[in-house]
C-alpha cells in the first residue's frame, strides 16, 4: 500500500531554513506527481508545492512562491522541500502527498495519499 514518510521539520526563528524530506514506498513512484501540503489547526489543509513525474513542472502556492523549492529523486523515491526565509506564519503540519495535478499551472491540484506530517515551527 502507499506508505510516505515524512522527515525533517522542527523549530526555527524568523528568517531560518528548514528542510523536509519524504521517503515514498508501495507505489510507482515516478509516474504520479507529488507535493506538499501543510495544515493550521482550525483551517482547511493547503497546498504549498507540487512536482510532476519526472519534475518538469512545478507549483507553488504564492505564499512560499521564492522562498519554498520542491525535488524529486526518483532513483531513490524520495521528495524534498527545502524551506528559506521562514516566516511565523509558515508554522503548521507539513505532509507528503501523492497527488493529481489539475489546473494548467498546478494549483487546482489535490492528494489522493499522504503522511503523517511533521511539525515546522517558526518562531517570531
Known amino acids: 500500500q502507499v506508505q510516505l514518510v515524512e522527515s525533517g521539520g522542527g523549530l526555527v526563528e524568523a528568517g531560518g531554513s528548514l528542510s523536509a524530506s519524504c521517503a515514498a514506498s508501495g507505489f510507482t513512484f515516478d509516474i504520479f506527481t507529488m507535493g506538499w501540503l501543510r495544515q493550521v489547526p482550525g483551517k482547511e489543509r493547503e497546498v504549498v508545492a507540487v512536482i510532476s513525474p519526472k519534475g518538469g513542472l512545478v507549483y507553488y502556492a504564492d505564499s512560499v512562491k521564492g522562498r519554498f523549492t520542491i525535488s524529486r529523486d526518483n532513483d531513490k523515491n524520495t521528495l524534498d522541500l527545502q524551506m528559506d526565509n521562514l516566516q511565523p506564519e509558515d508554522t503548521a503540519v507539513y505532509y507528503c502527498?501523492?497527488?493529481?495535478?489539475?489546473?494548467?499551472?498546478?494549483?487546482?491540484?489535490?492528494?489522493?495519499?499522504w503522511g503523517q506530517g511533521i511539525q515546522v515551527t517558526v518562531s517570531s
Open positions: 502527498a501523492e497527488m493529481q495535478w489539475s489546473g494548467g499551472d498546478g494549483r487546482y491540484s489535490y492528494a489522493d495519499y
